[in-house]
């Protein structure tokens, strides 16, 4: 046995006591659980059709580039589906984004193909190790490598400086409505295709779970809050925004005696980025299988560098246990380089993790995933197996955080 494989048993095992003994994880657990049947019932509510349908829905839009209408027009779309859904107190962040210039509008060309020689040491995003085949994979910035007419019409759109927002909505929680689970996606895209994958994907699983927890018969002891974030691909500039407009209004009531809280208490932050793509390394020739491995699994990162780096990787085995129990085809893997998306804004202020179709340093940052930020990342790119690897991404979330959250079904 290796030291890796006898550390994980170890941690499975001691982390719900490791939590009790640390006094007061940020995020609470395991007392006052619902039964696995309840949560079962819940995650039963998702569906293979229905998430396709909303990442079909999205990719109606275009790559949904931040500073576009086409981005705006997105935003009114997932506004609109979360109120139908009954998550119906939508509320929206403003920020300013200042455009750069525009980029050269070159094509993409991928670097050759590198192998890292035995005992190579070359580091990727997050703290990462980069190994084997690597053949990073520059973002698409011409308009003209679009070849369906009508899509690159669509995407035509200038991009502009000024006031941009982001949406979100709130489940209530019953008993604790001043404390919250965030569950989050970037709803805007590049590359100039549809974002269906990155994050057309992560959007639609956000709000697979507004629309389960908003069904009528559903009570959660906690709040939470379902967040599309905006211009993630600009550098996070409005998770950012929300941290800096919102960290120092946690836990307050307003107006006092109301019983209501406009910000409630974090306890975690839970990101969803690219769910649907794991078809392993590219081969010698740097091309990828056009076939999902079947080692296929979902990538749960925490940031080992962050200052709530021990509790995030306690809430990253959390979900790898709801994983366990709850989804029905994947499992899913725990690692400590989550990078390059929005969680990074919240995990020096929370429990901060995200969920992946791949580790975003070792993996997607090795030129895993051939559509990433390309023409390519369309709807029709992705097989009934990918979505399904989404799906499992879902379950896996909704049985998480319907344990956290306290999470039952009205007789
Ligand atoms: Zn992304």
Same mark, same amino acid.
């Given at each position: 046995?290796?030291?890796?494989?006898?550390?994980?048993?170890?941690?499975?095992?001691?982390?719900?006591?490791?939590?009790?003994?640390?006094?007061?994880?940020?995020?609470?657990?395991?007392?006052?659980?619902?039964?696995?049947?309840?949560?079962?019932?819940?995650?039963?509510?998702?569906?293979?059709?229905?998430?396709?349908?909303?990442?079909?829905?999205?990719?109606?839009?275009?790559?949904?580039?931040?500073?576009?209408?086409?981005?705006?027009?997105?935003?009114?779309?997932?506004?609109?589906?979360?109120?139908?859904?009954?998550?119906?107190?939508?509320?929206?962040?403003?920020?300013?984004?200042?455009? =750069?210039?525009?980029?050269?509008?070159? *094509?993409? !060309?991928? +670097?050759?193909?590198?192998?890292?020689? #035995? /005992?190579? &040491?070359?580091?990727?995003?997050?703290?990462?190790?980069?190994?084997?085949?690597?053949?990073?994979?520059?973002?698409?910035?011409?308009?003209?490598?679009?070849?369906?007419?009508?899509?690159?019409?669509?995407?035509?759109?200038?991009?502009?400086?000024?006031?941009?927002?982001?949406?979100?909505?709130?489940?209530?929680?019953?008993?604790?409505?001043?404390?919250?689970?965030?569950?989050?996606?970037?709803?805007?895209?590049?590359?100039?295709?549809?974002?269906?994958?990155?994050?057309?994907?992560?959007?639609?699983?956000?709000?697979?779970?507004?629309?389960?927890?908003?069904? =009528?018969?559903?009570?959660?002891?906690? *709040?939470? !809050?379902? +967040?599309?974030?905006?211009?993630?691909? #600009? /550098?996070? &500039?409005?998770?950012?925004?929300?941290?800096?407009?919102?960290?120092?209004?946690?836990?307050?009531?307003?107006?006092?005696?109301?019983?209501?809280?406009?910000?409630?208490?974090?306890?975690?932050?839970?990101?969803?980025?690219?769910?649907?793509?794991?078809?392993?390394?590219?081969?010698?020739?740097?091309?990828?299988?056009?076939?999902?491995?079947?080692?296929?699994?979902?990538?749960?990162?925490?940031?080992?560098?962050?200052?709530?780096?021990?509790?995030?990787?306690?809430?990253?085995?959390?979900?790898?246990?709801?994983?366990?129990?709850?989804?029905?085809?994947?499992?899913?893997?725990?690692?400590?380089?989550? *990078?390059?998306?929005?969680?990074?804004?919240?995990?020096?202020?929370?429990?901060?993790?995200?969920?992946?179709?791949?580790?975003?340093?070792?993996?997607?940052?090795?030129?895993?995933?051939?559509?990433?930020?390309?023409?390519?990342?369309?709807?029709?790119?992705?097989?009934?197996?990918?979505?399904?690897?989404?799906?499992?991404?879902?379950?896996?979330?909704?049985?998480?955080?319907?344990?956290?959250?306290?999470?039952?079904?009205?007789?």
């Amino acid at each position: 046995m290796t030291a890796k494989q006898f550390l994980v048993p170890i941690c499975c095992a001691g982390f719900v006591v490791c939590g009790l003994l640390n006094g007061m994880p940020a995020f609470s657990q395991t007392m006052g659980a619902p039964p696995q049947s309840q949560v079962k019932a819940l995650v039963g509510r998702l569906d293979l059709e229905r998430y396709k349908a909303t990442i079909k829905g999205l990719t109606q839009f275009g790559d949904r580039q931040q500073g576009t209408d086409r981005n705006r027009a997105a935003l009114d779309w997932i506004e609109a589906q979360l109120k139908s859904y009954g998550c119906a107190n939508t509320e929206r962040i403003r920020y300013i984004y200042d455009a =750069p210039a525009p980029q050269s509008r070159q *094509s993409t !060309r991928a +670097a050759q193909a590198v192998e890292i020689s #035995s /005992g190579e &040491v070359v580091r990727g995003v997050g703290g990462s190790r980069l190994r084997g085949l690597v053949q990073p994979l520059p973002p698409n910035n011409d308009p003209a490598a679009q070849t369906d007419p009508s899509l690159r019409a669509l995407n035509a759109g200038p991009v502009s400086s000024g006031p941009n927002e982001e949406v979100y909505c709130t489940k209530v929680g019953a008993r604790h409505p001043d404390e919250m689970y965030i569950v989050g996606a970037h709803m805007d895209g590049r590359g100039f295709g549809e974002a269906a994958d990155d994050d057309g994907s992560g959007t639609a699983l956000v709000m697979e779970l507004a629309r389960v927890f908003s069904d =009528p018969d559903v009570v959660t002891e906690r *709040s939470i !809050r379902f +967040a599309l974030w905006n211009n993630e691909e #600009s /550098g996070h &500039v409005g998770s950012r925004a929300y941290v800096q407009q919102r960290a120092s209004l946690q836990g307050r009531e307003s107006p006092p005696g109301s019983g209501r809280y406009p910000e409630p208490r974090w306890l975690g932050m839970i990101q969803h980025d690219m769910m649907l793509w794991d078809h392993g390394m590219p081969g010698p020739d740097g091309t990828v299988s056009a076939e999902q491995r079947r080692e296929a699994d979902i990538n749960i990162e925490f940031q080992s560098s962050a200052k709530f780096a021990d509790q995030a990787m306690k809430l990253a085995f959390v979900f790898r246990e709801a994983n366990e129990n709850y989804a029905t085809d994947y499992p899913a893997a725990v690692g400590p380089h989550m *990078s390059n998306t929005d969680s990074a804004e919240f995990m020096d202020y929370v429990p901060a993790i995200s969920l992946r179709e791949n580790e975003r340093g070792m993996q997607i940052g090795a030129g895993w995933n051939p559509h990433y930020h390309q023409a390519t990342d369309l709807f029709s790119s992705y097989s009934d197996k990918d979505f399904r690897l989404g799906l499992n991404a879902a379950q896996t979330t909704l049985g998480a955080v319907a344990q956290l959250a306290g999470a039952s079904l009205k007789k």
